[in-house]
């Protein structure tokens, strides 16, 4: 069954670091560029990164850039989103979705997305 699964959300408190991880199964992750977005309450989805097939990192928000790092593990089916420096306005659900080969900047070229994965920054 082709599916991505994000993990690794929780509750952390400000300044405090979290990884996300992003499984990937049913299907070849090293064919695919992966992204990271995420969705805060009553805003709009935002791409955070996309790392591509070989491992070029294709880029950050503004937002998270010299917090967040991307990577990917193609052996072991897995991208991770590793978080520092958190803030309560990072407090959103957490999305990985494929695309293939390529990064891109446009949400809507990406494709079955996780069901997401919770983070809260909160003291």
């Known amino acids: 069954q082709l599916q991505l699964v994000e993990s690794g959300g929780g509750l952390v408190q400000p300044g405090g670091s979290l990884r996300l991880s992003c499984a990937a199964s049913g299907f070849s992750l090293d064919e695919y560029a992966i992204g990271w977005f995420r969705q805060a309450p009553g805003k709009e989805r935002e791409g955070l990164s996309c790392?591509?097939?070989?491992?070029?990192?294709?880029y950050y928000a503004d937002s998270v850039k010299g917090r967040f790092t991307i990577s990917r593990d193609n052996a072991k089916k897995m991208v991770y989103l590793q978080m520092n420096s958190l803030t309560p306005e990072d407090t959103a659900v957490y999305y990985c979705?494929?695309?293939?080969?390529?990064?891109?900047?446009?949400?809507?070229?990406?494709?079955?997305w996780g069901q997401g994965t919770q983070v809260t920054v909160s003291s």
């Open positions: 979705a494929r695309r293939r080969r390529f990064c891109s900047r446009f949400r809507s070229e990406y494709g079955n």
């Open positions: 790392i591509g097939v070989s491992g070029t990192i294709s």
